[in-house]
T-cell receptor, first 114, second 116 residues
């Protein structure tokens, strides 16, 4: 079984400040980890992924995430938040042998205030 | 990047009628597509996995006779909500895997269904 936890329903940051959206996972095997963003009444957009290799992965719109195997975490970060980053963020995990059938976290609403 | 088109974006129907939602991969072939349901302020609930040319695989608790899924070609999967009732009102989203299959999903824009 695989699972994802996003411990924060809501994250609020001021524009220009760094942001972190937390994600921890549980999976038996090698994980594929993903972050997606969803704007209101829209589908999800892929931001970044970790498959293998460098633990720090960079993605779209200046976002990055660090894979930490010992802590089973994959936190999403951005050095300087923008108001336009305000959205719903989902972390997802899948086993490398079952690529595509991802398990999603409950989502974290990020609000960036001017 | 891979583009997935979902249609219609919004649909309102009367109770008892059926509604079809289409999910198309525009610039790639998708052997596997997924259908989700999303309630307000909640995560995605995987409903079924749709494989081209074969029957869909439904998740536990999802009524396959209620939610008919057809994946007749490598670029099109459809979800038909049969005999819709108000409790079927929701946001339905499809996603697709590309042939490279490194796991990331490409999502449609979603379809908001309201059953009166």
């Amino acid at each position: 079984a695989q699972s994802v936890a996003q411990p924060e329903d809501q994250v609020n940051v001021a524009e220009g400040n760094p942001l972190t959206v937390k994600c921890t996972y549980s999976v038996s095997g090698n994980p594929y980890l993903f972050w997606y963003v969803q704007y209101p009444n829209r589908g999800l957009q892929f931001l970044l992924k970790y498959i293998t290799g460098d633990n720090l992965v960079k993605g779209s719109y200046g976002f990055e995430a660090e894979f930490n195997k010992s802590q089973t975490s994959f936190h999403l970060k951005k050095p300087s938040a923008l108001v336009s980053d305000s959205a719903l963020y989902f972390c997802a995990v899948t086993l490398n042998t079952n690529a595509g059938k991802s398990t999603f976290g409950d989502g974290t609403t990020l609000t960036v205030k001017p | 990047g891979a583009v997935v088109s979902q249609h219609p974006s919004w649909v309102i129907c009367k109770s008892g009628t059926s509604v079809k939602i289409e999910c198309r991969s525009l610039d790639f072939q998708a052997t596997t597509m997924f259908w989700y349901r999303q309630f307000p302020k909640q995560s995605l609930m995987l409903m079924a996995t749709s494989n081209e040319g074969s029957k869909a695989t439904y998740e536990q608790g999802v009524e396959k006779d209620k939610f008919l899924i057809n994946h007749a070609s490598l670029t099109l999967s459809t979800l038909t909500v049969t005999s819709a009732h108000p409790e079927d009102s929701s946001f339905y989203i499809c996603s697709a895997l590309t042939s490279g299959n490194t796991g990331e999903l490409f999502f449609g824009e979603g379809s908001r269904l309201t059953v009166l």
